[in-house]
């Protein structure tokens, strides 16, 4: 649905990353974890499309600005990194947002009392907080984080406040272990965790590392994409990925706006 | 009063002058959640070809100020899974639905206007010349007069729907190409589509796009569109619907002025999924306003 959206809160929570909190109407308390929001920064034409972002969380609260009961909120993460982002960084309480949201598939939970890894990196962890809000309801849930360096790696006390298990990696060793993500989950996975589902959302560079890593372990892998997007709602074609059996001849694109963001990974082609 | 916003365009009756571009609707059921589809003129499709088209590989846009470069590459379900299983939802609309056709070769836009000569929920045909056609010899049927008139006159041969010719700003003179289609038959004139263009990583020192030059939508174009929309006009005594960088109903009313009767809404859709709607609504407001009875007063009604 289209609807606007008063910021209630906007925080840097690491250098050059913030975690946005702004009302949403009532229905997006149904949102599933996994799906995600298109942004409009301003009512002008720069920048001129929408940006996505993943849902970090949604819930409810008592606004102090009116009484007007429980109110339902949506949170998304973000990571400055051009013009957008830099405009969304300068909001303040009580800025409006045009939003389109929900939109997209979101994460299939799999069945309680399964153990479930989930696998971030940078900003692809925030899909991942909504979606263990939910897992660790039912499930004993472990998080694997990689960033470059400790201001990369995000939220973890959020996790842990959870009761999420986490193990880190950053590439210059500031934060955990120094190395990949997948490397540290392949190196854990090797050393007996086991886990019915892996959840995954980050750079395509991870993604298909994890994938590759459940084509080896033969565990069940759900992954979200990001992905350059006009309009998220399946109409410009210019976030597509090949299906597993694209071939020019035979077409097979996937929308990740529409079809995913959440794909089984064995329904895409990795290259 | 309530102003008349109707319109006609080659005998199709239109409630507003406001239509969906080409490849910025999906199949018109994409935007049923956001807007009511039966508040504006006309449904114009994704074009559709002879076979599935994959398309182009990815990255495949990109934003530039005022505007996005797009290289889809065309990508459609193609013509017989769009009778299948597009046209079902169309059937249930009560707006006109025009089809909008690509082929590889002279000889495929005539098969796909005879197939959708039969198609009852196509009120008319939107012939998409202003992509490159390499099956002839480099020939590029939205830039060569000659060539254009060739799928013109095929097009109108194989169906007695109107057809509208979609004709690209990549040219020299648009008054010749606008000739040239009128001449062959043509019902109405649609333009602009995209102008070519590119952009590049300097980091990276690559190209953005997969397939390194695109087609340039949004408001950066809107001036060369309202300038090509007056010079056709004033050239070609067919009407013509007017394209580009529409954002608002203002940019709308401005192509109306310049001689257009009926305008299509592009890159606002990706924007504002209700962007159609919204300009349509307010068109119609700018006109109680203003006291203009009919909309059809504005039409190349620009003063010198």
Known sequence: MQYKAMVISNQEVSSGYYRLRMTAPKELAEAKPGQFVMVRVNNSIDPLLRRPFGIFDVGSFVPEYADVGRQTYLEI???????????????HHGDHLDMLAPLGKGFAPGDAGEEKILVGGGVGLAPLYYLAKELVKNSRVHLFVGGRSREDVLCITEFERLGVETYVATDDGTLGE??????????????????????????????????????????????????????????????VMKGRNHTEATPDYRCVCKDGPVFDYQELQWD | MKPDMSVEIAGIKLRNPVMTASGTFGYGKEFADYMDLEKIGAIITKGLSLRPKAGNPTPRIVETPGGMLNAIGLQNVGIEAFIAEKAPFLRTINTPVIANLYGNTLEEYGELARRLDKVQ?????????SCPNVKQGGI???????????????VREATIKPVIVKLSPNVTDIVVMANACAEAGADALSLINTLTGMAIDLQKRRPVLANVTGGLSGPAIKPVALRMVWQVARAVKLPIIGIGGIMTANDALEFLLAGATAVQIGTANFLDPAAAQTIAMEMERYLADNGIADV?????????
């Open chain 2, 121 to 129: 929920e196509v009120a008319a045909v939107e012939v998409n010349i």
């Open chain 2, 140 to 154: 590029v049927f939205g830039t060569d007069p000659r060539a254009a008139a060739e799928v013109v006159a095929m």
């Open chain 1, 178 to 239: 120094r190395g990949l993500v997948t490397e540290v989950l392949e190196k854990q996975l090797q050393q007996g965790a086991t886990a019915k589902t892996i959840f995954a959302c980050g750079p395509y560079p991870m993604l298909r590392a994890v994938a590759a890593i459940a084509g080896r372990t033969r565990i069940p892998c759900q992954v979200s994409l990001e992905a350059y997007m006009a309009c998220g709602v399946g109409a410009c074609l210019g976030c």
């Open chain 2, 296 to 304: 059809k007063e504005l039409i190349g009604a620009l003063r010198y």
């Open chain 1, 77 to 91: 993460l973000y990571k400055v990194v051009g013009k957008g982002t830099a405009m969304l960084a300068a909001l």
